[in-house]
């Protein structure tokens, strides 16, 4: 046998041993592995820090009632230099905030655009998250139009048996009774103006305005500013006069989409399999959502620098599906979109013009 035969068959042998050694000593391995990534997500208490000054904007649910791999229920994380809100709680919101690395404690208001069961289905995760990560001496802030108090209470009843488990349990200097919970922050949409200016800060505004979700009312977007950078969460709205006035010259729009002719097969399928409910259902939601044509033109209308497409109808399972979802969206607006999944993250640097369209690495 030639030298370099037998050299390469020793490399191949000693590769099989260290493959083979590694197998037997695979669990001590990934406990190791572990060890390091749980430093990398721990060691972190104050994650806002670490950003670059200006406005960030974190899909921590980018999907709607239906069940999707990538998007879970509604919630959009926004950070206005070190402070955080977050807007709507869909399932998954508390789970999906902490994947992305942020601290639930350092929460300072939510902020909820209508009362469907998507949007609020994670309160109670997210209340309780935000309680224990921070020892909260105070409830959480919760703004939303009318409406807010019922919601709130049921979840602040739902979890008083768990928050006596944890203060029993942890003590409560850990979890303070007096923190646990939301406290509702209501708002109502001046007549005149269709908006509410709910904070006015030099630095940091944020105002609700009304959208088009009837039979749904109030349903309310926000424009959000930051110094000199802004961004617009539509809500849930089909195409809205509103959203296309507030969204005027922002940084990022954050719009709600949905494709009547993908949702057109679900409703068929439905159909045909005897299950006329829910057949129902997918035709009616068409009339209260948007499609991404129409958001497009809206961002285009208004100048928006960027759109990303989130509460997405139906899921997108097959990446070939996101052309059809589209249509001519990407025609008819002439910058940068995405269709949003949990964990994009948006970056728009105070005193620049750029936005950086990511993920929360
Ligand atoms: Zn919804
Ligand atoms: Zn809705």
Request: aromatic share 8%; proline share 7%; charged share 15%.
């Amino acid at each position: 046998m030639q030298r370099a035969a037998k050299v390469a068959l020793w490399i191949v042998a000693l590769l099989a041993l260290a493959a083979a050694l590694a197998w037997w000593q695979r669990g001590p391995i990934t406990v190791a592995l572990m060890a390091r990534q749980v430093q990398v997500l721990t060691a972190v208490a104050d994650p806002l820090a670490a950003l670059p000054d200006g406005l960030h904007v974190g899909l921590c649910g980018a999907g709607s009632p239906f069940p999707d791999e990538l998007r879970s229920g509604p919630c959009t994380a926004v950070v206005a230099g070190r402070r955080l809100f977050i807007f709507d709680s869909g399932s998954g919101a508390g789970r999906n905030i902490a994947r992305m690395r942020l601290n639930a404690g350092q929460i300072e208001a939510l902020f909820f655009t209508h009362y469907h069961s998507d949007h609020i289905d994670g309160l109670g995760e997210l209340m309780l998250q935000r309680w224990i990560q921070r020892t909260a001496q105070q409830p959480l802030p919760v703004y939303g139009p009318a409406g807010l108090e019922q919601v709130l209470q049921g979840f602040n009843d739902a979890y008083a048996l768990d928050k006596g488990y944890r203060t029993a349990h942890h003590g409560a200097a850990v979890a303070p009774p007096a923190g646990f919970g939301g406290q509702a922050r209501p708002f109502e949409i001046d007549a005149a103006s269709g908006r509410r200016v709910l904070v006015a800060e030099p630095d940091l505004e944020i105002v609700a305005f009304a959208v088009d979700h009837g039979p749904i009312h109030p349903a309310v977007g926000y424009r959000i500013r930051y110094k000199d950078r802004s961004l617009v969460i539509s809500g849930d709205t089909s195409k809205s006069a509103a959203v296309a006035r507030e969204a005027q010259g922002v940084d990022l729009l954050v719009h709600e989409a949905l494709s009547p002719q993908l949702l057109g097969l679900l409703e068929q399928g439905f159909s045909q399999a005897g299950r006329q409910n829910l057949a129902q259902i997918m035709h009616d939601v068409l009339n209260y959502h948007t499609t991404p044509e129409e958001a497009a033109a809206i961002a285009q209308a208004a100048g928006v620098k960027a759109l990303v497409f989130n509460h997405i109808v139906p899921p997108l399972p097959l990446s070939g599906l996101e052309p059809v979802f589209l249509q001519r969206a990407g025609q008819i607006y002439a910058g940068p979109l995405r269709i949003g999944a949990d964990g994009d993250w948006f970056t728009l640097p105070a005193g620049s013009a750029a936005v950086a369209m990511g993920r929360r690495p």
